[in-house]
């Protein structure tokens, strides 16, 4: 009796083992990355005082040392001092800045973290699709993003804030989540653009792989460097974003603490009581620098080029 030849199991295998060496160079490169950006010293460190800064802020409820809100009209208007208790000094209703700050600071991180994420998620997959498919697909998706660019901004956040409950924090995230995609969109594009012709693709097909597990399994994974990178420096984006809306009154609203709405209040009094701008302006600083150089660290870890020393 004649066998049947058993092509369909050996290309089957070839498959396997291309999509297992495929794992192995991925797991090599993010070693290599991960060596590269523990050896960049300014990004270790400003991760080290994002992480300490970001920590406190989020556990504000339990070290802050009095009530975000918290009234003594014994202590109006001091100037930071460690032998008053009061390290960041009190506002003209006697309210501790140093707990007022670890709060403002709790919601612009939670703020900018939720912005970051939503902006990658959606900028990930328009841009992945659209570097897929090309042609008519590309064409629409890539106008809606300069639909999205040519927005007036201020105008969208305001109209936007109306509808979703001005003054939230969480609105305004998603507000500004929905602003902010179309730098990812664009950069996942283009390197979708390219990939989509490598041969490890070009197999995928020939197995029989979907669109989605493509994009999914090896469009998406082969770009993620470039979507952790511009991810990281949204959060710092997001940050001077949020704080200069509520500075102007159009983001998060009192009594929720947030550091731009500090800012605001006290700029009427900045001459004599200098501690209410400087306090809170000193964070968003130091966040955002901590931000771009860790996204410095990643930018050279991540990239193929660089070397081991960098």
């Not at 209040?265 to 771009?292: K, Y």
Request: one cysteine or more; hydrophobic letters at 50%; aromatic letters at 8%.
């Amino acid at each position: 009796m004649t066998q049947t030849p058993a092509k369909p199991q050996m290309r089957h295998t070839e498959g396997q083992d291309e999509e297992k060496a495929d794992n192995v160079a991925l797991r090599s490169q993010w070693r290599r990355a991960l060596r590269s950006f523990l050896h960049h010293k300014l990004a270790m460190t400003s991760l080290v005082v994002f992480v300490v800064i970001s920590a406190a802020a989020l556990l504000a409820p339990w070290i802050a040392p009095y009530g975000v809100n918290q009234l003594n009209l014994d202590s109006v208007s001091q100037s930071p001092s460690f032998e008053s208790g009061h390290i960041f000094g009190t506002d003209k209703l006697g309210r501790d800045y140093f707990t007022r700050v670890l709060f403002g600071t709790q919601t612009s991180v939670q703020v900018a973290l939720l912005v970051a994420v939503i902006s990658t998620v959606v900028g990930s997959l328009v841009g992945a699709v659209s570097g897929f498919y090309g042609g008519v697909i590309d064409n629409i998706l890539m106008r809606i993003v300069d639909f999205v660019v040519t927005l007036p901004f201020l105008a969208v956040v305001l109209v936007a804030a109306a509808f979703l409950g001005g003054g939230s924090p969480w609105a305004i995230a998603v507000i500004l989540g929905l602003i902010l995609w179309t730098t990812i969109a664009r950069v996942v594009r283009g390197q979708c653009l390219s990939l989509r012709e490598a041969e490890y693709v070009q197999a995928a097909r020939v197995l029989g792989a979907g669109d989605v597990r493509i994009i999914f399994r090896h469009l998406i994974p082969n770009t993620i460097g470039p979507i952790i990178v511009n991810a990281t420096l949204m959060v710092a984006q997001a940050i001077l974003l949020e704080s200069t809306l509520s500075f102007l009154g159009f983001g998060v609203e009192p009594p929720t603490p947030a550091l731009g709405n500090l800012i605001s209040d006290g700029q009427g009094s900045m001459l004599t009581q200098w501690w209410l701008v400087v306090m809170p302006g000193m964070v968003i600083v130091i966040l955002s620098l901590a931000i771009n150089f860790i996204g410095d660290g990643l930018r050279d870890a991540l990239d193929p080029t660089a070397s081991d020393g960098e």
